[in-house]
Nanobody
């Protein structure tokens, strides 16, 4: 079964950048769609972005479009989230997730495997 491990979180000032990584175990990574989510204190988990199995198609919710970029390297079994122009409201625990449905996702449904999360804190 696939396991996901996020890294790259930390403390950054508003306007700064961070790159999150999510390393996957297992040989089926390249057939899975991948997504990034976040959960701020007292809020529900929020779907942010997804990428299809090949990396050729991506989707972003409006709140991160133009600031965040999802990418993947199937040779390294890793998906990335480049976050630029960070805002204090981006503060949350960020999770990567995998879906066996390999096409691009426009919602957070059908993601079955989750990482443990990495904290991102943006100071004003």
């Amino acid at each position: 079964q696939m396991q996901l491990v996020e890294s790259g979180g930390g403390l950054v000032q508003a306007g700064g950048s961070l790159r999150l990584s999510c390393a996957a175990s297992g040989r089926t990574f390249s057939s899975y769609a991948m997504g990034w989510f976040r959960q701020a204190p007292g809020k529900e988990r929020e779907f942010l972005t997804a990428i299809n199995w090949s990396g050729g198609s991506t989707y972003y919710v409006d709140s991160v479009k133009g600031r965040f970029t999802i990418s993947r390297d199937n040779a390294k079994n890793t998906v990335y989230l480049q976050m630029n122009s960070l805002k204090p409201e981006d503060t949350a625990v960020y999770y990567c997730a995998a879906s066996p449905i390999g096409g691009v996702h426009t919602t957070g449904r059908n993601f079955k495997t989750w990482g443990q999360g990495t904290q991102v804190t943006v100071s004003s």
